[in-house]
Structure formats: C-alpha cells, structure tokens
C-alpha cells in the first residue's frame, strides 16, 4: 500500500509540473498570436508592389506605335498565269499544243469550225438588206406627202392669207416631225444590225485559238482534249506568263493568307504590297488530279524580275497608332489587368487598365493608361 501510495505521489507531482507548463505554453501562445496578428496588419499595408523598381532597367515608357503579329515566310517570283478563252461558240477540230509545252506569242494553239458564224452573217444581212429597202421606200412615201403638204399650204396662202394657211402650216410642221422620230428610229435599228454584224464577222475569222503571250501551258480544259462543241467564253487552257509576275510560297497555307490583315514582300531594300490570288476551280482540279498541294500565290504591282526571292511578311493581327508597353508590365488578378505606374519620386500606383492585342513584344492598352508614362516592368 505505501509503494502505490508513493507511486500516486509521483503522479501527483507530475500533474502540478503539467500544470504549470500548459500556463507557459498558453501565455507562450496568446504572445505570438499577438506578433502574428500584428504581422498580418503590417503586412496588409505592404504596396501591393513587392519587386524593387529603383532602377532604370526595371522600368519602361508607355509609347505610341503601330502593333503587329507577324510571320514571315520564304518566297518565289515567278511567271503568272494567262487564262485563254474561246473566242466564239463551235466546234473544236484541232489541238495543236498540249501541257508542259512551251509556246511562243500569236503561235496557233487550236483550230476550230465556227460556221455557225457564217450562217449568223448571211442572216444578218437579209435583215439589214430587207430593213434598208423599207426604209428606203418608206422614205419615198414620206417626202411625197410631205411635198403634197407644202404644196397645198402654198395654195391657200396665195388665195386667202396667211390666215388661211394657218391649219395646213400645222399639218406639215407635224409631218416633218413625224419623219424626223422616224428617221432616228431607223438609225439605231441600222446601227444595232451592223453591231451585230460586225461581230459575227470578227468570230467568224477567229477560226485559229492564239497564244497570248510566250510561256508554258499549265492546265488544258477537257473540253480542249476531247475535240466537240465549245462555247464561247469558256476556259480553254491556262499559260504561264512571266510579263504579269506573282509571287508564289510553298509553306504559307491559303487559310492564312486569307486571314492576314496585311501582305508585305520584301526582296532586297524594296517593299511590295501583295494580295491574296486565289486559284479558279479548273486550276484547284488539276492540282487535285496530280495529287499536289498548291503553294500560295499573290499579285502586286511592279514586281522584281521572276526568280527573285521574296520574303512574305503575313501580318495576323495589326493594330495602328496605338500605346503600347512591354508584355511584363501587365499583371493580372481576379479584378483583371493592372500595370504600375512609377512616379517621379520612385513610388509606385497600381492603375487598372483595359488590354487588347497581346503579342510577345508588346501589349497593347486600350484604357487606363497615356502615352509617356512610366510603368513598372518585372524581370
């Protein structure tokens, strides 16, 4: 009994030290949630601004400048293309030419049969004969009336005055009109038959299909192969022609081209403004046919000679006369996109602003900020 009575003794003593200790570790505690609420409240009066800005280089000027995205690719001046029509509808009989061959300007690249022509003429000028010849006695008919009114108004004016003569005055003053409407309405059917005429004489001497200029035949129609009826107008083949030059670039895709804001090919110190050139949907064919993938084409004016390399600059996006800052300026947070200003004193004032283009080298700001100030930029 004495040892377990001893043994408790122990606890007991240990109990009071627990005690004792919990107190200290409970004052120990309120002391540092005191410190740590204090750090709290002084760190909330922290600048939001936590990276040093007394420096030159982390610092940049909101300036105004055009803002682009851009992409250049490597390109080809080379021949464009000739599409050659035919001349009238008829018959095609023969094809002297065929793809892959190179042609000389006014060299006869087909024949054909356009007699329906000569039957259009020989009907046009039964027309234009007839017509003529009705005019003709129309005309005899008109100045015999005509006459017979003057005669008749010079009759009454030596019986009875002028006064007499007054009614048959009107009468010829409205026949004369008369002719005259007439007159011009033969004009213009003369003058439409002749047009017509002077047509069909032009195709029906086009029995020859021309190269329009020196180059090599890209793409023939199967119409151009296959010997028949053709119509006028229509798409016979397609020349290569280096006096009309574009620029070609195989690794630009069209949907980008079709995209860009801006095309700029530079070749050596000189700058050309290009445009899209999109393929007729005989040319997409052929390239289909052959299994090959189209490289992009465009136009511009005054091009360098074929065979001069081109840089193609495809502009994405391209904003002009806008502030800009670089991209490390920006901060974002759950309010949106702020930047901070840096004073002449060197203090710093987050100022939220509006973004629009954002590129790799600059971003551009829509609101909040003006040309010349100073904004903090991160490392």
Not at 67 to 75: A, E, K, P
């Amino acid at each position: 009994m004495k040892k377990q009575r001893k043994r408790n003794g122990c606890l007991g003593k240990i109990g009071k030290g627990t005690r004792g200790k919990a107190s200290l570790l409970c004052a120990v505690s309120l002391l540092l949630g005191m410190l740590l609420s204090g750090c709290d409240n002084s760190r909330q009066t922290v600048p939001e601004l936590l990276e040093p800005a007394d420096v030159q280089k982390d610092t940049a000027v909101a300036v105004r400048q055009d803002c682009y995205s851009m992409v250049t690719y490597s390109g080809t001046v080379s021949p464009g293309t000739r599409e050659v029509e035919y001349p009238g509808d008829g018959t095609l009989l023969e094809v002297l030419v065929s793809r892959g061959e190179t042609v000389r300007q006014g060299q006869v690249l087909a024949r054909m049969d356009q007699g329906q022509w000569l039957d259009t003429i020989e009907s046009l000028e039964q027309q234009l004969e007839a017509l003529q010849q009705e005019q003709a006695l129309q005309q005899i008919i008109y100045q015999a009336e005509l006459k017979i009114l003057k005669q008749e108004e010079s009759n009454l004016t030596a019986q009875e005055g002028m006064q007499g003569a007054l009614a048959k005055q009107q009468e010829v003053q409205q026949k004369e009109l008369e002719i005259r409407q007439w007159t011009e309405n033969c004009q213009a059917e003369n003058q439409y038959l002749n047009e017509k005429l002077e047509e069909a004489y032009s195709h029906a001497g086009e029995g020859e299909i021309l190269a329009p200029c020196d180059g090599t035949v890209l793409y023939t129609d199967p119409s151009f192969v296959k010997l028949g009826f053709v119509q006028e107008g229509a798409a016979a083949l397609y020349i290569s022609d280096a006096e009309n030059p574009i620029v070609l670039c195989h690794e630009l895709q069209a949907s980008q081209v079709r995209d860009a804001s801006k095309l700029i090919g530079r070749s050596g110190t000189e700058e050309y403004t290009l445009t899209y050139l999109p393929y007729t949907s005989e040319e997409t064919l052929a390239f289909a046919l052959d299994a090959v993938q189209p490289p992009s084409r465009m136009t511009g004016e005054t091009l360098p000679p074929c065979g001069s390399y081109m840089a193609v600059c495809v502009y994405g996006a391209y904003r002009e006369d806008v502030i800009t800052v670089p991209p490390n300026a920006v901060h974002k947070d759950t309010n949106g996109a702020y930047v901070y200003c840096v004073a002449e004193d060197g203090s710093q004032q987050r100022r939220d602003v509006t973004v629009g283009l954002s590129l790799e080298t600059a971003v551009e700001i829509q609101e909040g900020l003006q040309e010349g100030e100073v904004v903090y930029v991160s490392e």
